[in-house]
Nanobody, 124 residues
Framework: VQLQASGGGLVQTGSSLRLSCVVS????????WAWFRQAPGKEREFVAV????????DYADDVLRRFRIGRVGAKNTVFLQMDRLKPEDTAVYYC??????????????????WGKGTLVTVSS
């Protein structure tokens, strides 16, 4: 099983970035797919989730209407489109998979697989 995240970088406030997470070794339809982040000195926190079985999404309040989670076509790739980035979005971003997970369980941290993180740095 591999979740390979990429797309991080250094950007200015107000910019956009698109993170991608290529998944292998898992059956896409059996999982909820999520992004978490961990800022320096802080605990890892929930960012967004897509429940593929229901087609529903959920977002942390501070990224709602700025970030969007989805699947790249029919590929086993989950993306996180991040717009209007702020310095407080600076963090290592992790993709994650939860077997038969839903929005509540994922928010609660019930994750079966984690990918390695990708660093996003937003300068002011």
């Amino acid at each position: 099983v591999q979740l390979q995240a990429s797309g991080g970088g250094l950007v200015q406030t107000g910019s956009s970035l698109r993170l991608s997470c290529v998944v292998s070794g898992l059956i896409w339809d059996d999982y909820a797919w999520a992004w978490f982040r961990q800022a320096p000195g802080k605990e890892r926190e929930f960012v967004a989730v897509i429940n593929w079985r229901t087609g529903t999404t959920d977002y942390a309040d501070d990224v709602l209407r700025r970030f969007r989670i989805g699947r790249v076509g029919a590929k086993n790739t989950v993306f996180l489109q991040m717009d209007r980035l702020k310095p407080e979005d600076t963090a290592v971003y992790y993709c994650a998979a939860a077997e038969y997970g839903d929005e509540r369980s994922v928010r609660g941290g019930r994750i079966d697989y984690w990918g390695k993180g990708t660093l996003v740095t937003v300068s002011s």
